[in-house]
């Protein structure tokens, strides 16, 4: 019965959260969410990427180990995805990025943190901080079918990774009043992102018909593959639990953003179909998967 609340505790208050924000996108379908997105992409998201990888007590080593994991992970996903959307006479470039980069920073960051802790929380964002690197590398890439350099240069977090890492390498103590301040603007960006994605499910138009399967593949495949990882590399405790639950996130909200900036409006459609159907399927995927990550990763 212990598990059961623990379960409940961690899945709750996410939850609660994004009803939140599908309460307020129902009752006004012009709220505005352009200032959660800019706020968090330029400076709640690089400030939870300092926060989490300076201050919660990983090392270097963990976290250059957890960037590993990361791009295994997605490398199975890409292998998996490539092989779906052949059968399925899709996109192979442009309807590949919601298939292999979950959404680990505004569901599976906070679920870690629920039910692991600060030490959960700093795991889960060294694994958040690759994917959202991808994002901006690999996603656009797929999602114009051309590299842009520019888009990596402009990008807050690309550097909150790079002076996080520079602080690990050389020991370096945050100071106190850095430390308050991401992490005020770390918990407010938990809370405004996981509104926004309540917000963003009441506007999204899908069709179940095309996105079931890429969706059952996002949710379904990815503890799978976390599995493959955790006992290839002897995995155990936090460390495997983390992991499990991270890649067990549906699509990520940030594959639309992309999308929409440089992919056609049929394959964008798509692209928000798995979104919307992958994210309600976690509904029920996710308290399974953090059942079993606490139940035998604890």
Known sequence: MEIYIKI?????PVFFVISIGYYLGKKNPKFDTNFITNFAGNIGTP???FYTVTTTGITLNIFISYLI????MIAGFAVIGLILLYFLKKDLSMELPPLILPNTGNMGVPI???????QGLGVASAVASVIILF???????LAKKKFSLDILVKSPPVYAII?????LYFGIKTPIFLENTTFLLTYATIFLVLMALGVALTRFKFSLKNSVI???CRVLLGPIIAFAIIYYFKLSGLAAGVLLIQSAMPSAILNYLVGSMYSPKRIVDNIASTIVVS???SFITIPIVVFFALKYFN
């Open 8 to 12: 409940f505790e961690v899945i709750f």
């Open 47 to 49: 400030a939870m990427i």
């Open 69 to 72: 994991y990361a791009i295994i």
């Open 112 to 118: 870690c943190l629920f039910a692991y802790g600060t």
């Open 135 to 141: 994002h901006f590398t690999l996603g656009v890439f």
């Open 163 to 167: 002076i996080s890492v520079f602080f």
């Open 214 to 216: 890429m969706s059952l």
């Open 279 to 281: 994210t309600l399927m």
